[in-house]
Each structure stands twice: as C-alpha cells, then as structure tokens.
C-alpha cells in the first residue's frame, strides 16, 4: 500500500494489524518511517512487557533494537500499551501528569487521518444505494479522489474563499461542473427528452437550435465521397458516417 510512497522520507501510523518489527525494517530500507502500535503476542516483544504487574502506575520502559525503538507505557493500573518507532529514538516522556512518552503522543495525534477521511467523505459523498460491489468500490474512491483534489487546491490556493466557511462545498460544484462541462458540450442533443435539455440549459450548455442538427433519416456517408447508405451521424460536424469511415467520429449517433 506504501509503493508510491517509496523514498519520499515520509512517516506512516498505523495499528497493531500492521506493527511488527519486520515491517518497520522493511519500510526503513524504503526511507519510511513508522509508528506502530504492537501486539503482546509479537515474537519481538519481550514477555515481561506484557504483564502490567511488572510496571509502576504511568511508568514507561524503551528498548531499542537497530532503528527500532519499543516502548511499554501503563496508562491503568491493568494496561500496557506498547508501540513500535523508527521515527523516535530518545526516551522522552511528557511533564505533566499523565507522564506519557512522546511516541504515543505522537500517535495520538496522527492515527485520526483515517477516520478524518471517513467523516469528510461522509459530509459530501456521491454514494447511491446499490446491490453491486463494484458500483459501490467506484463511489468510494470518486469520494477519496475528490479529497485528494480538494487538498491539493488549498495547498496551491490557501487564500482561495478564505472567508468562506463552506468553501469545500463550492469547490466540489466547481469541480462537478468543469468535469460535466465537455461531456455537456459534446453531446447531442438528437433523441434527449425535454427533461434532460432543460438541465443541460441548466448547466449552461449551447443551445445549437434546429438547424444544428443536421440531417435526419437516411442518407450517403458524407466522409471520402462513400456512397454507402447510412442513418448513423457524427455528433461534431452532423455529416452521415458509414461505421468504416466513423472511427474518427468523437460519438457517433444512431
């Protein structure tokens, strides 16, 4: 999941699904650091850290091993929680009360992108009731892809609607429209019902009139002088186009 990531001297977080030692190695090699919450179970982890009877209340202990670094922290009188760092090396632990290491604050505090996400998504989706996974997959990605977009332009565009405080709505309008607006253009509007013209005047479509669209019924294929009959129509320059000389037709009407 991390391949294009490769190199880029970023950090991942990631929970106890993915945290191992061999991992973290692996991703180092790739210039990637991580943070991994650990299973007791882990052959990596030494048994001791897993019995919370070893520790003091909010006592943390670091072990280190080549780039990683395995912290144990009792947090409740009946936990231990253990993470796994590239990313750390020394064994600080914050002032105040609740004395935590500084890999767990880091955590904390980068975990929630995923959930970030969710609930981004959840705002403004284009998810649609449906029975079939792959209808489903696609509107969830369109959904991601459409974050990814709105990053990207705040990160080139800071000061765009700073004041607006629905500014990511109007950017997802802008960007519907400006992804709707070739496809509005290049379609005919030969065989559309009254309701689908009316909202493409809408969205500001052309309106190309009768005279646009060309001849109806029957008639010769217009393209190199073929005399071959045909009722197919290119929808750019509304000529008749036999199917052998309408391979360069952008839609080819019927």
């Not at 650990?38 to 982890?45: G, K, N, T």
């Not at 109806?216 to 290119?234: F, Q, V």
């Amino acid at each position: 999941m991390a391949k294009n990531y490769f190199g880029s001297g970023r950090g991942i977080t990631a929970d106890n699904f993915f945290g191992s030692r061999e991992a973290a190695e692996e991703l180092m090699c790739k210039k990637l650091t991580t943070v991994f919450t650990m299973r007791a179970s882990r052959i990596e982890v030494p048994k001791e850290f897993a019995v919370h009877r070893n520790f003091e209340l909010k006592e943390s202990i670091f072990t280190y091993n080549g780039n990683c670094m395995l912290v144990a922290h009792k947090p409740k009188p009946s936990k231990v929680v253990l993470l796994m760092s590239t990313q750390h090396s020394l064994p600080n632990i914050s002032r105040d009360e609740h004395k935590k290491p500084e890999v767990i604050l880091f955590y904390n505090a980068t975990k929630g992108g995923v959930d970030t996400v969710d609930q981004m998504a959840a705002e403004y989706s284009c998810q649609r009731k449906t029975r079939r996974w792959p209808l489903t997959t696609f509107m969830a990605l369109l959904d991601v892809t459409c974050i990814n977009a709105y990053i990207l332009w705040m990160q080139l565009n800071p000061e765009w609607e700073i004041q607006n405080l629905g500014r990511r709505q109007v950017f997802l309008e802008q960007l519907s429209e400006a992804l709707i607006s070739p496809h509005l253009n290049r379609r005919s509007w030969v065989g559309l019902s009254k309701n689908i013209q009316d909202s493409m005047l809408i969205m500001g479509a052309p309106n190309p009139g009768k005279s646009t669209e060309g001849p109806s019924g029957r008639g010769y294929c217009e393209i190199n002088n073929c005399r071959k009959r045909t009722t197919a129509k290119c929808s750019t320059c509304k000529k008749f186009a036999c199917p052998e000389h309408a391979k360069n037709c952008v839609f080819l009407l019927l």
